[in-house]
């Protein structure tokens, strides 16, 4: 069965620094890129990061560029979001999700990220 | 940058009912690459259709997307109760891949 659970979310000032972990299972993880989502209270979804199979290719929505990393661990079957700098904006729900063609097959439960003073 | 408009923004039916929600992209969405979500409140998105017409895995038949080009068109062919949620629908076909609003689809 094909799980993907995030950790590191909870409460962080305007300007300070979370990371986000996805501890990925049932599937060969190394064979597929990886992605996280967001979706902020009462919003809509939005595509965040996404990085190939080998982490060589890496790609972000542009309202986080330069601040937000994505990256992975083949060998722990885990995958990250670094995200400094952060804003208000930034607070949402951050989903794990791999990709599937490009649609997302499987989703995480979510971690709850919120920047606050 | 791909924006997809749904509509309505909330549609009212009643178990038994068709539902037909709509989204409309700015641009050609190349390789009808559109996939329609459903969420429930404080559950994670779970995928229904890809390629625009594809149900996904352990999707019930009562589910079908149909359209291409601009737009697109998620059918209910007969509403469970257990349907009534937010649907989104999300391009892939071009970057960055963006999702619509959502509509949700509430008990009336």
């Known amino acids: 069965e094909v799980q993907l659970v995030e950790s590191g979310g909870g409460l962080v000032q305007p300007g300070g620094s979370l990371r986000l972990s996805c501890a990925a299972s049932?599937?060969?993880?190394?064979?597929?890129?990886m992605s996280w989502v967001r979706q902020a209270p009462g919003k809509g979804l939005e595509w965040v990061a996404n990085?190939?199979?080998?982490?060589?290719?890496?790609y972000y929505v542009d309202s986080v560029k330069g601040r937000f990393t994505i990256s992975r661990d083949n060998a722990k079957n885990s995958l990250y979001l670094q995200m400094n700098s952060l804003r208000a904006e930034d607070t949402a729900v951050y989903y794990c999700?791999?990709?599937?063609?490009?649609?997302?097959?499987?989703w995480g439960q979510g971690t709850l990220v919120t920047v606050s003073s | 940058e791909i924006v997809l408009t749904q509509s309505p923004g909330t549609l009212s039916l009643s178990p038994g009912e068709r539902a037909t929600l709509s989204c409309r992209a700015s641009?050609?969405?190349?390789?009808?690459?559109l996939a329609w979500y459903q969420q429930k409140p404080g559950q994670a998105p779970r995928l229904l259709i890809y390629?625009?017409?594809s149900r996904a895995t352990g999707i019930p038949d009562r589910f079908s997307g149909s359209g291409s080009g601009t737009d697109f068109t998620l059918t209910i062919s007969r509403l469970e109760p257990e349907d009534f949620a937010v649907y989104y629908c999300?391009?892939?076909?071009?970057?960055?891949?963006?999702f619509g609003q959502g509509t949700k689809l509430e008990i009336k």
């Open positions: 999700a791999r990709p599937r063609g490009g649609s997302y097959d499987y």
């Open positions: 049932g599937f060969t993880f190394s064979s597929y890129w």
């Open positions: 990085i190939k199979q080998d982490g060589s290719e890496k």
């Open positions: 641009q050609s969405v190349s390789s009808s690459y």
């Open positions: 390629g625009a017409s």
């Open positions: 999300q391009q892939y076909g071009s970057s960055p891949e963006t």
